[in-house]
Every structure is written in structure tokens, then in C-alpha cells.
């Protein structure tokens, strides 16, 4: 086995120039680090320690609704051109209160739609989507550049919308993006490693998740929705894999052929012909669920788990759209009416977890927000990444709508990552995020979080790698009670997270994940 794991590493194709300057106490690092990894993963589920979870009465203070009721008063302090002053987006989704016949090619919206370079489709009888062109019309447009065309036809577009009594809602249909940056280096699962300081493999910025294995397997029952790039069914290390559909409709983006299907593989989602494809969704499912125990890679938060991947971003990211979609597709709140309407099958099961490892500038709308506050009524509990853009995550959709958990990153020290992560109040809890730039304890390697990539593994660091940490533990809380609600699951992480100072939390980040409080004492 140990040998297996040796040989990983040196075959792997861009692991060479690596081996090339390796210096020999660092081979032995390695082999030790190896070595470490199979021992967790090598332990026996013990049939005597059952482990049982904190009384949830005993939670004060609800943090996830408190952030919720911040995100709300934020949200209602917007005007319509708020929505449109941040993000990038190209058309406009409107539900309108009744099935109505195309808006914008009958009746007085006629002429707007000509001056504006309006093309509408209909999503539902109820919902339009407006695509905005990008191409000058009028002659004072000619010197006008693309993007900002497009936002200034979108408030006269708003005008017209707020004005239009048969309007329920409108946002703009903002790009959204993976939220993970990736290094091509392998090995060691510092990230799921007792919480320590750095020796015994111990980390500062360890999670407990590891301590866990040898109680709880997790439960197949629960089932956690990876709304991301799809997913490589064939890999190694796939794993607890039972469902999936393709949610990306642009026809350019998809890079399939074709709009949604019931196929989630991923087909790469390489944005432009000097970019590789990431694998992004299969680097995010296996921290949640990959295969361990086979000597393989890495291991996943949980042995037993039931991940549907949901394929929503394809080449050069998604669209907010089609993900609000998949978000009530995968927590079974779209009636037999809608799924016909929308040409799509129910879920095999309502996911008791959603992970959007994903975002992008923009605000929640209004329309946005209740979604994800239907969602988490219904049970479902969602983890957002709270972004990479170092700035506060009240500017990025979905991690500023309320309802969701938001998640910052953490590095292998237990800090925020100042160098990318977002913060806020908006932001619930810290998870490891890694970073491929520091290698903290000295054994040749960035400290990014190891999962799988195509035909491989690869250390990813972003908010992306964060945020399926925080969905892996709620799998194991659920597994063991099924009965919570989101709220209280959430809570349970945040009130039993660690403590952050000052210096390890310069902004607002919330805890660190931790699971200790699931072990027996
Ligand atoms: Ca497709
Ligand atoms: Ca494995
Ligand atoms: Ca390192």
C-alpha cells in the first residue's frame, strides 16, 4: 500500500519537475506524510462508539438566522439600479404574475425592444429571459463601450420593468464562476488533520474531520447536491455518486453540444483557448465523498454519502438562472407542473445539502432571496463560498442572499487567507481553503486542500475547497440526525467552530470549523 502510494507520486505526469528537485530529507517528509495519510484512512469504524450529537436546545444564539436578517436588511435598502450597478450579466430574468405571450414582441414594448436589441425567451409561460445586445443601434451608441451598453439599456430595461404592473420580479441573470485557483502538486489532507500545532500531525488549521472516521461512515441516506462543473464519473477515487443532471444552458458555455441533459460528466470547462479545463466539481465532490480505504489519492470527508452532482457552470463560468433552477430542482420544490413546463425529471431524492462552490459579483434580488429562504424552510440546508476577491461578500451572489451558510477560507495556520478569501458579516464560518502560495510546515508542498482531477489529484486552494468542508460535516450531522433542521446544523457548526483572534480573523470570518464536538469525549 505504501508502496502504491509512492509510486502515485512519482507517475504522475507534471510530478516531475517536483521529484527532479527534491531533495532527499524532503523524500523522506514525503514518504512520512504518506505514510500518515494511510493510517487515517486505514482505521476501522469501532461498532461500540456511537457518536451522538450535542443537545441542539442548548443553541442561544441562532447565528444563521441572525445572518439571514442581515442579508434582508441589506437587500432592502437596494434600489433596481443597485442590482444593476455590480456584475456581470447580458440578459435580464422577469417573472411575470400570470403565463403571458411574449412581452417584448407584442403590444407598446415593441419599440423598446428595437432600441434596446432585446430578444426575449421564454423559460416558463410565467418567465421571460431578456437578452440585451451588446451592439450599438443608435448612432450616439457607436462610441459607447460593449459592457457598458449593456448596463445602460438595462436601466431603461428597469424603467419600463418596475412600471409594469404584471411584473412580479426581475434580476439580472449575473455570470457567475468557480471560486477556486489551481496548482498542479499532490498529497497530504493536512486539512482534515487534528487541530494542533504543527507536529504529531497536528495543524493549526486541522478541522478533526479525520478523528471522525474511525466513528462515523456517514450515511448514504443523506444526499448533498455539488451544483458546479459536473463531474468525472470514471475517476479512481469517484465515489457515492447517485444521480446528476447538466443545468447549463448556454449553448456556447455547455461545451456538449447541447443545453440541459441528464448527463452531469464533465466535459471541461476551459475558458478560452490559453485556459485548461479545471475539474473544479470532482475536486469539490471528492473533498465531500471520494473513495478512501483503496490506496488510492485522497479520501473524502464521508465513506458513506449520496452526491448528485449538478452540472451549472461550463465554459467561462454559468448563469445565476439556471442555477436559482437547480437549486429548486435539487431540493424538490419545483411541482409536477414546472417540471413539465421546464422539460425536467424530480430529483431521485430532495438533497438535505446543496454545495455552491461557486459566485459572482452581483446582488440577491429580492426574488433570489425568497428562493433560498423557501429552500432552507423546506429542509435543505445550502453552503455557499463566500468568493476570492478579498473584499467583503455583501458584493457576490449567492453568498450574500439570506438563508444560505456562507463560507470563508482558512489556511493551514487557522487564519482567514487575506490573500484571496472574502469576509463580512455575511460570512458564517471559516473552512480550510488552503494556500498553494505558503507551504507552512516546510515538506515541499503547497498547502492547498488534495482532491481529485481528471485521471489525477491536484492541490486547489479558493473558498470553492472551503465550502465542501462545512457540506461534508453537515452530511456527518445529518447521517446522524436527520431531523435537524438547516438552521440547527448550521449553528451546531458555527457555535462548536474555534474561536478565531484578532490577528487569525483581521476581518469578519466567523469560526473555524472543527469536529471535535461530535467525538466521544
Ligand atoms: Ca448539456
Ligand atoms: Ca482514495
Ligand atoms: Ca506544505
Avoid at 56 to 64: H, P, R, T, W, Y
Avoid at 269 to 283: F, I
Wanted: aromatic residues 8%; negative net charge.
Amino acid at each position: 500500500m505504501i508502496y502504491k502510494e509512492i509510486m502515485i507520486l512519482y507517475i504522475r505526469k507534471r510530478s516531475f519537475e517536483f521529484v527532479w528537485r527534491l531533495h532527499m530529507t524532503k523524500l523522506r517528509a514525503m514518504l512520512a506524510s504518506s505514510a500518515l495519510i494511510i493510517a487515517s484512512t486505514s482505521l476501522v469504524f469501532s461498532q461500540e462508539m456511537k457518536l451522538e450529537l450535542p443537545d441542539v436546545g442548548e443553541l442561544e444564539v441562532d447565528s444563521f438566522n441572525q445572518r439571514s436578517e442581515t442579508a434582508n436588511k441589506k437587500i432592502e435598502s437596494y434600489s433596481s439600479l443597485d442590482y444593476l450597478s455590480i456584475g456581470n450579466f447580458d440578459s435580464i430574468i422577469v417573472e411575470y404574475s400570470s403565463s403571458m405571450k411574449n412581452p417584448f414582441a407584442d403590444g407598446q414594448n415593441i419599440a423598446a425592444a428595437a432600441t434596446l436589441g432585446i430578444t426575449a425567451t421564454k423559460i416558463t409561460p410565467e418567465t421571460y429571459e431578456l437578452q440585451i445586445s451588446s451592439q450599438p443601434i443608435l448612432a450616439s451608441e457607436f462610441d459607447t463601450d460593449n459592457s457598458a451598453l449593456i448596463k445602460r439599456r438595462a436601466e431603461i430595461l428597469a424603467n419600463i420593468l418596475d412600471s409594469d404592473e404584471s411584473v412580479v420580479d426581475w434580476f439580472p441573470n449575473y455570470n457567475v464562476t468557480k471560486q477556486a485557483i489551481s496548482d498542479p502538486f499532490y498529497e497530504k489532507q493536512w486539512h482534515y488533520f487534528p487541530n494542533g500545532s504543527f507536529e504529531d500531525g497536528k495543524f493549526p488549521g486541522g478541522t478533526d474531520i479525520s478523528e471522525l472516521w474511525s466513528f462515523s461512515p456517514g450515511s448514504s441516506d443523506v444526499v448533498v447536491a455539488v451544483l458546479d462543473t459536473g463531474f468525472l464519473f470514471d475517476h479512481e477515487d469517484a465515489a457515492n455518486v447517485i444521480d446528476g443532471f447538466d443545468f447549463v444552458s448556454d449553448l456556447d458555455a455547455s461545451n456538449d453540444g447541447d443545453g440541459w441533459d441528464s448527463n452531469a460528466q464533465d466535459p471541461g470547462d476551459a475558458c478560452g483557448p490559453l485556459n485548461t479545463n479545471s475539474w473544479h466539481g470532482s475536486h469539490v465532490a471528492g473533498t465531500i465523498g471520494a473513495l478512501g480505504h483503496n490506496g488510492l489519492g485522497g479520501v473524502g470527508i464521508n465513506k458513506n454519502v449520496s452526491i448528485i452532482p449538478v452540472r451549472v457552470l461550463g465554459k467561462c463560468g454559468g448563469n445565476f438562472n439556471d442555477i436559482l433552477t437547480a437549486v429548486l430542482w435539487a431540493a424538490d420544490l419545483l411541482d409536477s407542473q414546472s417540471l413539465i413546463e421546464l422539460g425536467l425529471p424530480r430529483v431521485s431524492k430532495k438533497a438535505n445539502i446543496i454545495n455552491m462552490s461557486l459566485g459572482g459579483l452581483g446582488r440577491c434580488q429580492r426574488g433570489a432571496a425568497n428562493i433560498f429562504q423557501r429552500v432552507a424552510e423546506s429542509g435543505t440546508l445550502v453552503v455557499v463560498a463566500a468568493g476570492n476577491d478579498a473584499r467583503n461578500a455583501s458584493d457576490f451572489v449567492p453568498a450574500s442572499c439570506p438563508g444560505v451558510m456562507t463560507v470563508a477560507a482558512s489556511d493551514m495556520s487557522g487564519s482567514l487567507v487575506g490573500r484571496y478569501s472574502n469576509f463580512g458579516p455575511l460570512v458564517s464560518i471559516m473552512a480550510p481553503g488552503g494556500d498553494i502560495k505558503s507551504d507552512l510546515d516546510g515538506n515541499g508542498f503547497p498547502d492547498g486542500v488534495f482532491s481529485m482531477i481528471k485521471d489525477d489529484y491536484a492541490f486547489f486552494n479558493g473558498t470553492s475547497m472551503a465550502a465542501p468542508h462545512v457540506a461534508g460535516l453537515a452530511a456527518h450531522i445529518y447521517a446522524l440526525n436527520p431531523d435537524l433542521s438547516p438552521s440547527q446544523v448550521a449553528n451546531l457548526m458555527i457555535k462548536f467552530g474555534l474561536q478565531r483572534n484578532s490577528e487569525q480573523c483581521p476581518r469578519n470570518c466567523g469560526p473555524l470549523l472543527n469536529a471535535r464536538f461530535l467525538l466521544p469525549n
